[in-house]
């Protein structure tokens, strides 16, 4: 009975934190947590502290290079991509839009390049609609498959303990299956973009709005570029500097040699990637006269610390109230999950969707399935199901898609649920959940 209250009071909390969004979601957690502790007395559990000890680090770097303009060569180089090849715009969108997320960590990369994906399509009558939705799905899949993000780092601190048919998950296991396995996932929504909806054409209700003049000007109004800027060799210097810290992460995960071993032990992947970060955001400062005080002011840093405060709140509720109730849980799912493997992704899909963030789903869910008994394989193969919150149009990415068509092709429908990024979403998740599956079976994983 007690059980079913206290689930009822960690569901009121997200559900809740996620209605009001941004900081309010790990702070409800403090809520769950007083709750626990002081009502029904159960011992608080462990705050995910190495977990957060990586997202500051990661963020600090790339809030770096956001601040020294090398996140805007990137995008340069990504406009001229697209520009290049406008006919193909609804495949090479999500794929620009996912390697951005995966060079750079965040998915909020996004914002700026959705006015530029928008007017390459409605200049070459392309639905918006099919690079836009797809696009903004691109960038949140990429998370799951970038060295650098919130997520990716979360998930192998917690599962560095755990080994796979007598061998530790290395940083590289990891992002050799959550890579792949994400581009194929975007393959098939680009594949699926090219053919949906109606085109322009064709299209009764754009034909409509667009025949009023002002309309017409409004759709296809002036071009937004970012190519008409000149960049200093600075910006360069930063994205290179950053690049260059990521390979040679990639390349200590590769090779356990290169790193110093301590009372017998390897230095672990977190420490690295938390070492490295921070050399990255130190040596971009150094060598470009970087403003410390623009990093804490733009987008990049300020979604990192919300990160923080959601992972610390929720994981730390969730870890108490799973930790006092960690037999039952085992009798009752524990059996379920390992006759059902799936049913792991479909609890983490879900979590997501509550909480609007891939590491604090992550960090929510995890733990409890490494305790009631998942193999850590499955937990890998399935790491591309932490992203859920496609579900209802509520994540910025996809109110910014919206927002920023301006033929109203992209757009939420009449029951809410029908809207332009579910069967994307459930497409590019679906596909990648399957071929990480196969991956991790082909490496012997499972």
Not at 59 to 69: I, K, N, R
Not at 270 to 280: D, E, S
Not at 336 to 353: D, E, G, Q
Request: aromatic fraction near 10%.
């Amino acid at each position: 009975m007690f059980f079913f209250i206290q689930l009822a009071i960690i569901l009121a909390c997200l559900f809740y934190g996620a209605r009001k969004g941004g900081i309010a979601l790990g702070l409800l957690g403090g809520v769950g947590l007083v709750i626990l502790v002081f009502i029904f007395h159960l011992e608080p559990g462990k705050p995910p502290v190495d977990v957060m000890l990586v997202i500051i680090a990661v963020v600090a770097a790339s809030a770096t290079l956001q601040a020294s303009g090398g996140l805007d060569v990137m995008l340069q180089i990504a406009e001229r991509l697209l520009r290049r090849n406008p006919k193909y715009v609804s495949i090479i969108a999500p794929f620009v839009t996912c390697l951005l997320t995966i060079l750079c960590g965040t998915g909020h990369v996004v914002y700026t390049i959705l006015p530029i994906i928008y007017d390459v399509a409605i200049k070459n009558n392309i639905r918006p609609e099919r690079p836009m939705a797809a696009s903004s799905i691109g960038s949140q899949m990429g998370i799951i498959a970038s060295p650098v993000s919130v997520a990716v780092v979360s998930l192998v601190a917690m599962l560095g303990n755990y080994t796979f048919n007598g061998r530790h998950l290395e940083f590289l296991d990891l992002l050799s299956i959550t890579i792949p396995s994400t581009l194929c996932g975007i393959l098939a929504i680009g594949i699926f973009s090219w053919f949906r909806g109606k085109d322009l054409d064709k299209d009764e209700t754009f034909q409509k709005f667009i025949s009023v003049p002002e309309n017409y000007h409004y759709v296809y109004g002036d071009s937004a570029t970012l190519l008409d800027k000149k960049l200093p060799m600075r910006n360069w210097v930063a994205m290179w500097i950053f690049l260059a810290t990521i390979a040679a992460v990639a390349l200590l995960g590769a090779f356990p040699m290169l790193r110093p071993v301590f009372a017998g032990k390897t230095l672990s992947m977190v420490l690295v990637i938390q070492m490295f970060m921070l050399l990255a955001g130190a040596i971009i400062i150094l060598t470009t006269k970087t403003d410390p005080r623009e990093i804490s002011k733009n987008e990049v840093f300020r979604s990192g610390m919300i990160a923080i405060v959601a992972v610390y709140g929720i994981a730390w509720m969730a870890e108490t109230m799973f930790s006092a109730h960690l037999a039952q849980i085992e009798s009752t799912l524990g059996a379920l999950v390992k006759t059902y493997p799936w049913a792991y992704a479909i609890m983490l899909l879900i979590v997501s969707k509550f909480v609007n963030s891939q590491a604090a789903a992550l960090a929510a869910i995890v733990p409890v399935a490494l305790a009631i008994g998942v193999d850590p394989a499955y937990i890998v193969a399935s790491a591309p199901a932490c992203y859920g919150y496609y579900i209802l149009p509520t994540y910025p990415s996809d109110l910014a898609a919206i927002q920023f068509d301006r033929s109203g092709t992209t757009h939420i429908g009449r029951f809410v649920i029908n809207h332009s990024f579910i069967a994307v979403g459930l497409i590019g998740v679906s596909v990648s959940c399957v071929m990480g599956w196969v991956l991790a079976a082909l490496y012997g994983f499972l």
